[in-house]
């Protein structure tokens, strides 16, 4: 897939060890560039030796200029951005904590921002990069009882074309991408809170115009692509993946 096209290409990808990290590490590797992830935990065991890995929190501002000073140190420079670590707490504002706003917003909101803040000027001395930011549907649409990660991925839709705005005369390109529905450990707490979860997972999937769930894999080849050559006159914008699910009406088409 993409043999090539992100050759010498430096990339700083978060929360790489699985889910949709996992998905734009592999890709990014496979494409051709020097990769490396992070996460909290210890380095998984089947991450390719050739990857490297830093174990780190994100929400810890002081982790986010180390994680891109050691990028630039174990990759020879940086010139890929993915900020694709989340997390997401599923409860509505009224029931939502103090703690539950410093965890989804240290992590999913002010590490995005922390990170690009500290790329940003290694872009500027190279003569330029690219960011890619996981924004998601939720953003846009708001999913019931997930008011602090819809809030938090409506943020990074808006720092996202800031970025893009401010800082495309030093050669930075910035984009997010929205996925809808994807199959990882994320989607399967959000349809466990449904009355009737199986239920529930039928309907959203009736709601596909793709006939399917979304996989990792379609997030990260999206990844490739506003990382590479191709998309080089792409920037601020937040592109969908989501197999059509928003472009539909409420309506079930089934019915008709």
Same mark, same amino acid.
Request: net charge positive.
């Given at each position: 897939m993409h043999v090539g096209v992100l050759a010498g290409g430096k990339a700083l990808v978060t929360g790489g060890g699985r889910g949709i990290g996992r998905a734009v590490v592999e890709a990014y590797r496979d494409a051709g560039a020097a990769v490396m992830t992070c996460g909290r935990g210890a380095r998984p065991d089947d991450l390719p030796e050739d990857v490297a890995w830093a174990q780190a929190d994100v929400s810890d501002p002081r982790a986010c200029e180390a994680l891109v000073a050691a990028a630039v140190a174990r990759l020879g420079g940086l010139s890929i951005l993915v900020n694709n670590a989340g997390v997401q707490v599923e409860k509505t504002v009224a029931d939502s904590t103090d703690a539950d706003w410093d965890l989804v917003m240290g992590? =999913?909101?002010? %590490?995005?921002?922390?990170?690009?803040? /500290? /790329?940003?000027?290694?872009f500027r001395q190279a003569g330029g990069g690219a #960011?890619? =930011? #996981?924004?998601?549907i939720s953003g846009d649409l708001a999913d019931p009882s997930m008011a602090l990660y819809n809030a938090s991925?409506?943020?990074? *839709?808006?720092? !996202?074309?800031?970025i893009a705005v401010d800082h495309g005369a030093d050669g930075v390109r910035c984009n997010a991408i929205c996925p809808g529905w994807i199959l990882t450990e994320m989607a399967d707490a959000a349809f466990a809170l449904a009355r009737d979860p199986e239920a529930?997972?039928?309907?959203?999937?009736?709601? *596909? %115009? /793709? +006939?399917?769930? +979304?996989?990792?894999e379609d997030v990260a080849r999206a990844a490739v692509w506003l990382a590479g050559p191709d998309a080089d006159f792409v920037?601020?914008?937040?592109? !969908?993946?989501? +197999?059509g699910l928003t472009a539909a009406s409420p309506l079930n088409p089934g019915v008709f």
């Open positions: 992590v =999913n909101a002010r %590490a995005v921002f922390q990170m690009c803040r /500290a /790329a940003l000027p290694v #960011i890619v =930011n #996981i924004g998601s991925k409506a943020f990074v *839709h808006g720092l !996202t074309r800031s529930a997972k039928a309907d959203a999937l009736k709601r *596909h %115009a /793709a +006939g399917r769930f +979304g996989r990792p920037t601020g914008r937040c592109i !969908t993946v989501d +197999g």
